[in-house]
């Protein structure tokens, strides 16, 4: 696969499009990273240069190998050596499953399969919906899903992605990339892990649409945190970076973060959670020793990364930007070749929607 990044911290939008695009030529696909306010100019400016590459775009918070900002341009080009499709699935919010058939068509024409294929996507909002309609869509495929949910924007705007030079809210823009000459692989770092002597807990009540949790072991979810952590109710949601939920799964844990404090001690979360769901509460473990492993692991899948793109959660960039780790983290991710990435309000990854967690997807 061939690919080329583009960067600009000029505010002007014509030329930033053209200083990011200054070395691109002839692209398939574009994945395009910038702020709100900027996004639909930048994205319907880079269709009218380039009418034939495929494109999607994300604003927010994000990163070029170390380079981070949340009023930059970042422009991640394929060039050759790929095969490319982009589509959206809308109407997250009430039936997005309509959309699967554009998913279909993407698969049908990129005819790629789980080594050398990926699903990377960017979405405004309600992330189980999305797992459920892309899961549908891909089938027995195996193609992998890498994703990240988009913030970043004034309380007073409509979240919102684009594809193909046109945006749409409640929506998720996704783009299907086949490697024609190697592989994709896929990595998710979670940073958090049980406590030993600490108990497993049973959701017992849950208002799935708010993503609340009123009880777990039929008991107020906050009071049950309180005593079990040694922290008032009312700091149960100041400990989240330190101490978040996991869902557990067999020997796999999901983080669903903490949000906000309901009435009665209730709780809301990033991640729905489900009654008769097993969580834990976790703790924050050695994150550069874990960072360390996780390069280690991809530079003995692929020695030669050609292109990595990433998801980081806002709660790691809180947590990271806190004790100053956070350039490090970029840093070292670049070590292993082009990094390009954002901050996300929630992380896809394969059949599942995360918190507090890094996906990766690395191109051979």
């Known amino acids: 696969m061939q690919s080329k990044v583009g960067y600009s911290m000029n505010r002007d939008v014509r030329a930033a499009v053209e200083e990011a695009t200054g070395g691109i030529t002839d692209p398939i696909g574009l994945i395009i990273m910038t702020d709100h306010d900027r996004l639909q100019d930048i994205s319907a400016l880079l269709k009218k240069k380039y009418p034939n590459a495929q494109s999607i775009g994300v604003s927010g918070t994000n990163y070029y190998n170390a380079q981070s900002s949340d009023h930059n341009l970042i ?20 039936c997005p499953a309509v959309d699967v058939v554009n998913i279909k068509e993407s698969m049908s024409i990129v005819n790629g399969n789980r080594d050398n294929t990926i699903l990377i996507e960017y979405c405004t909002n309600d992330e189980e919906r999305l797992t ?27 979240a919102a992605v684009t594809v193909n030079g046109q945006l749409y809210p409640d929506a998720c823009a996704y783009m299907l990339i086949k490697n024609t000459n190697g592989r994709v692989k896929v990595y998710s770092e979670n940073i958090y892990g049980p406590m030993e002597g600490h108990p497993t807990h049973i959701v017992t009540k849950v208002d799935l649409a708010k993503k609340a949790v009123y009880e777990i072991d039929h008991k107020p979810i ?25 869902r557990l799964v067999e020997d796999k844990v999901f983080i669903a973060s903490q949000k906000d404090p309901l009435p009665k001690g209730g709780l809301t979360f990033y991640k729905r959670l489900n009654v008769n769901d097993s969580v834990s509460i976790l703790k924050l473990n050695d994150f550069d020793a874990i960072n360390k492993a996780t390069r280690e692991k991809i530079l003995g899948d692929i020695p030669n990364p050609k292109l990595l793109i990433s998801v980081n959660c806002i709660y790691r960039y809180l947590l990271f930007t806190g004790n100053g780790y956070y350039n490090t983290l970029l840093s070292n991710m670049a070590t292993l070749g082009p990094s390009v990435g954002n901050i996300g309000g929630g992380e896809q990854f394969d059949n599942q929607h995360v918190n507090q967690t890094m996906v990766v997807a690395v191109f051979e």
């Not at 499709?85 to 809308?90: K, L, N, S, Y």
């Not at 459920?132 to 409509?158: C, K, W």
């Open 75 to 94: 422009v991640t080009a394929f060039t050759g050596e790929a095969v490319v499709h982009a589509g959206v699935v809308r109407n997250l919010s009430t």
């Open 132 to 158: 459920t309609t892309i899961n549908m869509a891909l089938g027995d495929s195996g193609i992998h899903v890498v994703g990240g949910t988009e913030l970043g924007y004034a309380a007073t705007a409509t």
């Open 222 to 246: 906050a009071e049950v945190y309180s005593q079990e952590m040694g922290v008032p109710v009312d700091k149960v949601i100041d400990n989240t970076l330190e101490h978040p939920f996991g």
